[in-house]
C-alpha cells in the first residue's frame, strides 16, 4: 500500500492508501505499486483506476493535469477529474453526441477533438471500461 493523495483544481477527490494505480501519460498506460521507481509524468485525458485489496476499484475521469511518485506517495494534481459515480450517464452522452456535431462541422479542430476525448473518458469511468490488471 501506498499513499495517495487526487486533487482537482476544486476539490480533493480522494485522499487515502491504494495498493495499485493505473493511469495514462501522454507517453502511454503506467501500473504503479508500492516500491515503484520515482516518476513524474504529465497525464493524458483518461480514467485513473485506484485499487484496493479488500475493496471496490476508484476511478476517476481525469482531464489532463501532474502525477508524481516519489517515496511510495503519490500525488494527482488534475486540471479537472469527476468520480466516475458522480458522472451523469445521459449527460455525458450527449456532450459526445454535441461534440462529434462539432466536429463533423470543424474537422480540424483540436478544441472539439478534445471535447470528444473528455466525453469519452467520462463515459468509459461510467461504464467500467477502463484500464489496470483485471479490469
Avoid: N, W
Avoid at 34 to 50: F, Q
Avoid at 93 to 100: H, I, P, S, V, Y
Wanted: charged share 30%; net charge negative; aromatic share 2%.
Amino acid at each position: 500500500m501506498f499513499d495517495v493523495d487526487v486533487v482537482s483544481a476544486e476539490r480533493r477527490l480522494f485522499q487515502g492508501h491504494a495498493s495499485e494505480v493505473y493511469a495514462r501519460s501522454v507517453a502511454g498506460e503506467i501500473g504503479l505499486l508500492k516500491g515503484h521507481e520515482p516518476v513524474l509524468l504529465a497525464l493524458d485525458i483518461s480514467p485513473l483506476r485506484l485499487r484496493f485489496p479488500d475493496e471496490d476499484d476508484l476511478v476517476v475521469a481525469v482531464h489532463g493535469g501532474v502525477l508524481e511518485l516519489r517515496d511510495d506517495r503519490l500525488t494527482v494534481l488534475a486540471e479537472v477529474a469527476e468520480l466516475a459515480d458522480e458522472i451523469d450517464l445521459p449527460r455525458a452522452e450527449a456532450a459526445l453526441e454535441r461534440a462529434q456535431q462539432r466536429l463533423r462541422e470543424e474537422p480540424d479542430s483540436a478544441h472539439v477533438r478534445q471535447l470528444i476525448a473528455r466525453a469519452e473518458t467520462r463515459l468509459r469511468c461510467v461504464r467500467g471500461q477502463v484500464g489496470g490488471a483485471a479490469a
